[in-house]
């Protein structure tokens, strides 16, 4: 009989599969535990590119595919995803109980998730909690996981410091780093001729690498116009090939991935689309580009590692650490036309070379398989109200 921990890893989009990927194989080489990888979301959706292609290239076993989707309409009602989400979750945790789940990030789904493991007293081992993204729903979803997991991997001390003040217990806060990070500086890169062979682009011009994602909070201007001004500001900045990246499964994400097809169709000569880069591919572009732009989080996290200049548009990455490489603008075309342009000056080159990154923890994924094989997820979950003070009022 197996002693081995099971470790029920969820994986929704290409991004947190890309930044997953190295601990899932550390955790599938642990002595000490039994990786259960489920699939879902975006991964195993049509038009968002079945991206659980590249999951299955790189051979790691997968034990569920669950969808959660509806593939007909690309602007359900997340509520509706929500609801759904947390039924097909329930029936699997209820099939196959797990030790803990493993989740990354602030996505509406994996919120859902860890709504279902909640529900059925699964403990909840929670990657990146604490940061803070002002101009997406993902805020919000992201402190809600905080405040079911049991044991938090924040990937910076600033996020780590924020779940301490949420009410977390420093033993269960661990600050090992970005994921993000690790992966830039361990994975072998693709060369330039490469790239341009695996993307079907001339890459050896300077290049921007754009991903535009929608904004979600409640105050969040039109996609469309959004998506519409970004094209704008490409057209208008001369001298760059614009490499261009899907947008992911929120509402209004299908409107932005359109605005983009239509602008790399209209100018073949000067930009290309690509729905999903895959990892490899997608830091290789990285290393390489002259500028990344769009309001992702890779734009504002693994950059600095890079040295690479960031355009971050609009309010989607609001209230992120940011470092010496990124320019922060409105979502205008005149706002990301002017920045595009400042992010292309050598001055500005220069100056993204400094940036230092506070993600590098070293060893992440290893030091975050160590704590899953040992934590004491029995433990019950406290409300921190940090250290003692004095004897209290007077």
């Known amino acids: 009989m197996s002693c081995k921990r099971t470790i029920a890893a969820v994986t929704s989009t290409r991004a947190e599969y890309g930044l997953l990927r190295g601990l899932l194989q550390k955790i599938q080489a642990s002595p000490a535990l039994e990786l259960r990888l489920v699939v879902t979301g975006a991964h195993l959706c049509g038009r968002l590119g079945r991206t659980v292609a590249e999951i299955e290239a790189d051979g ?19 509520a509706r995803t929500i609801a759904r989400t947390i039924a097909v979750f329930d029936d699997d945790f209820a099939a196959h109980r797990p030790d803990a789940v493993l989740v990354l990030g602030d996505r509406f789904e994996i919120f859902a998730v860890a709504v279902a493991a909640a529900a ?6 929670h990657i990146s909690g604490g940061d803070v993204t002002l101009g997406a729903a993902d805020e919000y ?9 049991a044991v938090h991997f924040p990937s910076c001390a600033d996020s780590a410091a924020r779940l301490l003040r949420m009410g977390e217990a420093p033993d269960t806060v661990f600050c090992v780093g970005g994921l993000g990070d690790e992966n830039i500086r361990t994975l072998p890169k693709m060369s330039r001729e490469e790239l341009c062979r695996s993307t079907g682009f001339d890459l050896m011009q300077p290049f921007g690498l754009v991903t535009y ?25 001369p001298g760059v090939f614009w490499l261009i990246t899907g947008s992911n499964a929120d509402a209004g994400g299908a409107v932005c991935t359109a605005k983009m097809q239509d602008f790399a169709a209209a100018h073949p000569d000067r930009a290309g689309f690509i729905n999903s880069l895959g990892l490899r591919r997608y830091l290789s572009a990285m290393n390489y580009a002259a500028v990344v732009a769009g309001n992702s989080s890779s734009g504002v996290v693994e950059t600095p590692t890079f040295g690479v200049p960031a355009v971050n548009i609009g309010s989607r990455q ?16 005149p706002a990301i036309e002017a920045a595009l342009r400042r992010a292309l000056t050598p001055r500005f080159r220069q100056i993204a070379r400094t ?7 070293g060893d992440t994924s290893a030091r975050i398989v160590k704590i899953l094989e040992t934590f ?14 004095g004897s209290g009022p007077a």
Request: proline content about 10%; hydrophobic content about 40%; overall charge negative.
């Open 355 to 361: 940036a230092q990154s506070p993600y590098n923890g």
């Open 60 to 78: 790691l076993p997968i034990a569920a595919r669950l969808p959660i989707l509806d593939e007909a309409c690309p602007d359900e009602p997340v």
């Open 141 to 149: 979803y992201r402190h809600c996981i905080t405040k079911m997991a």
């Open 376 to 389: 004491d997820f029995s433990r019950p979950k406290v409300f921190y109200d940090g250290p003692e003070t």
């Open 120 to 125: 059925r007293h699964i403990p909840i081992a």
């Open 213 to 237: 994602h929608p904004e979600t909070a409640c105050d969040a201007g039109d996609p469309a116009a959004q998506a519409d001004a970004l094209c704008r500001a490409m057209a208008a900045v």
């Open 318 to 333: 609001a209230g992120r650490t940011l470092c010496a490489n990124v320019i922060c603008c409105e979502a205008s075309a």
